[in-house]
């Protein structure tokens, strides 16, 4: 355990010290941010457009208070805003997150082997199953504050605009982790394959969500479509713990088999 | 015990949708015992790079079996044993010199205070101190090769495997290496050289074996493979009537020195030549062995395989 923590440290600070990766993660947050800062003057316009309809239909009557119609038509128009900006905020984060997690689980490995360093690493005792599983738990530590800090804008953003948190959105950077590990240990063990770039844009698009249940590729790909919430907070919907709990549980277990495969494949790999 | 053993290695390279076959190593058996230094030599892929590689467990034999201390090199308990530095040396370079280092060292279960005292040690040795802090990314080509150097060592191992490692060093730096060398051997660490510079193997290696097209052609110390056993036989003074004699046979007579060297290129000459001193009444001072450079050696094994 002691080698594999080692190893994650230093996978870390790799990752750390990787420019693109870095800039990578903070257009990311930034990009999320701007877009949602976007939709947020869309609200305002549509405030602003609700009370220009009301003086021009009612132009006499000053600043007399809202009818309760009036009201109910005001509410409605600004959940359905505060949910498509949340909704829009969390797209685009989860997006970000998986760019960032394809490339630094696309690369963990391969780019220690292109560049030769992992020749002195194995040099000294440390086995191929340590050295791969110390890399992704390297690549988990980051994607974790990754997920923090994208977590952090959105109470950040909430608070700042005051709207309050969809539940839905509630559960959302946990499944956007999730489902963020579900394709970095494949992006993992495809890059062991082939090419990283081609590795990851595989692992992207693997998801079953364009098969229905007859269809064997349905179970044999993974169902990163069942980790979105965009429509639940679309549409204001509660998600349910259960689901979380069992999408968790999917999760662990579809990265637990990739990392598997990717153990066997790696232990036979020639490192030239 | 020996440190390193292989069985009958072999190592074949396939394209990748196997119509080609590239033999690197053919059916290596080799021996280093521990406390020998041991040169790996031969020319560009004569299958040195692909033993070490092999011996380190980074690619798979197709046939034959390699052991380090008697162990399979599979098991990775042994490598704590085991110092190695590669030909182009690759560091991580975000780590500062010090850092990584100590991130190798710990790799190897050296406590945090050994750690610090070693890395110290180290950096002193091979001049390094003032880079201590410096970033990786930062180092010369020779910097990072005493650094690689650094690495294999920080552990303390009792088998040091280097492949091609003054190649990026100046003379400074390779007479500094040789002195390192020298002190590793009279510590009794055994060493795994492959290199280029049959010098710098000649004066450090007890042994050598030369490889060609991966395979093994000759193994064993400089006057094991020195291909004629000529002596030279040195005496005081030589009568002129013993240097009428000596004319007849193959010698050459040298006067250096206040003494005279007579130079026998092989056995039956040395007979002719004893027989005509034990005549006139000549007394041997002493008589050396004499063997053929590593470099001579070399060629001549590469030559006769070539055929030219």
């Not at chain 2, 920080?154 to 088998?159: N, W």
Request: glycine letters at 6%.
């Amino acid at each position: 355990m002691r080698i594999v923590v080692l190893i994650a440290m230093d996978g870390i600070r790799a990752l750390i010290h990787q420019r693109l990766l870095v800039a990578l993660m903070l257009a990311s947050l930034a990009g999320t941010v701007a877009f949602s800062v976007f939709l947020s003057s869309a609200r305002e316009h549509v405030t602003q457009s609700f009370s220009e309809e009301r003086r021009a239909t009612e132009p006499t009557q000053g600043d007399r208070h809202l009818s309760e119609a009036e009201q109910r038509k005001f509410r409605e128009q600004m959940e359905g805003m505060s949910s498509f900006v949340q909704a829009g905020f969390y797209k685009a984060a989860s997006l970000g997150g998986s760019l960032v997690a394809l490339f630094i689980f696309g690369t963990a490995v391969t780019s220690e082997i292109r560049r030769g360093t992992i020749r002195l690493t194995l040099s000294k005792p440390v086995s191929r199953t340590q050295f791969l599983l110390g890399k992704y738990m390297g690549g988990v530590a980051v994607m974790i504050a990754y997920a923090f800090f994208a977590s952090l804008a959105v109470v950040f953003f909430a608070l700042s605009q005051s709207v309050e948190l969809n539940p839905a959105i509630r559960w959302a950077p946990w499944l956007m982790f999730c489902e963020q590990l579900m394709l970095g240990s494949l992006a993992l063990l495809l890059s062991l394959f082939m090419h990283p770039i081609l590795a990851a844009m595989l692992a992207f698009f693997a998801g079953n969500g364009f098969y229905s249940p007859p269809n064997p590729l349905y179970y044999i790909l993974p169902s990163y479509s069942d980790f979105g919430v965009f429509f639940d907070v679309l549409q204001g919907n509660l998600v349910d713990w259960k689901d979380v709990v069992f999408l968790t549980l999917y999760a662990f277990d579809f990265v637990a088999i990739m990392l598997l495969l990717a153990l066997w494949r790696f232990r036979t790999k020639e490192l030239l | 015990m020996s440190a390193i053993r292989t069985e009958n290695l072999s190592k074949t390279y396939r394209s990748v949708l196997g119509r080609k076959e590239t033999a690197a190593v053919r059916m290596l058996s080799l021996e280093v015992k521990e406390g020998e230094v041991f040169g790996l030599l031969g020319p560009n892929g004569a299958g040195k790079t692909s033993t070490i590689h092999l011996l380190l467990n980074l690619i798979r034999p197709s046939s034959g079996a390699a052991y380090l201390f008697d162990r399979p090199v599979t098991d990775t308990d042994v490598h704590r044993r085991l110092g190695y530095l590669p030909e182009s040396v690759n560091l991580l370079d975000y780590y500062r010199g010090e850092a990584l280092l100590d991130f190798y060292a710990a790799l190897c279960g050296v406590d945090a205070a050994a750690r610090r005292a070693r890395v110290a040690e180290l950096l002193r040795l091979l001049g390094l101190e003032e880079a201590a802090h410096k970033r990786v990314s930062k180092y010369s080509k020779g910097m990072a090769q005493r650094l690689g150097f650094a690495q294999a060592m920080v552990h303390e191992p009792d088998l040091l495997i280097l492949d091609e490692p003054t190649s990026s060093l100046d003379p400074l730096g390779r007479n500094d290496f040789r002195e390192i060398l020298l002190d590793l051997k009279r510590r009794g660490k055994t060493v795994l050289i492959s290199s280029h510079i049959l010098s710098e193997v000649e004066s450090v290696c007890d042994r050598v074996a030369i490889l060609q097209n991966g395979e093994l052609k000759r193994v064993g110390t400089l006057a094991e493979l020195s291909p004629a056993q000529s002596t030279r036989l040195i005496v005081r003074e030589l009568p002129g009537a013993a240097m009428e004699s000596l004319v007849a046979t193959s010698a050459q007579v040298t006067w250096a020195e206040g003494q005279v060297t007579i130079r026998c290129q092989d056995a039956a000459t040395r007979q002719a030549v004893e027989e005509v001193l034990r005549r006139h009444d000549v007394q041997i001072v002493r008589e050396e062995a004499e063997t053929a450079s590593l470099n001579d050696i070399f060629l001549s094994t590469i030559k006769q395989e070539t055929g030219s």
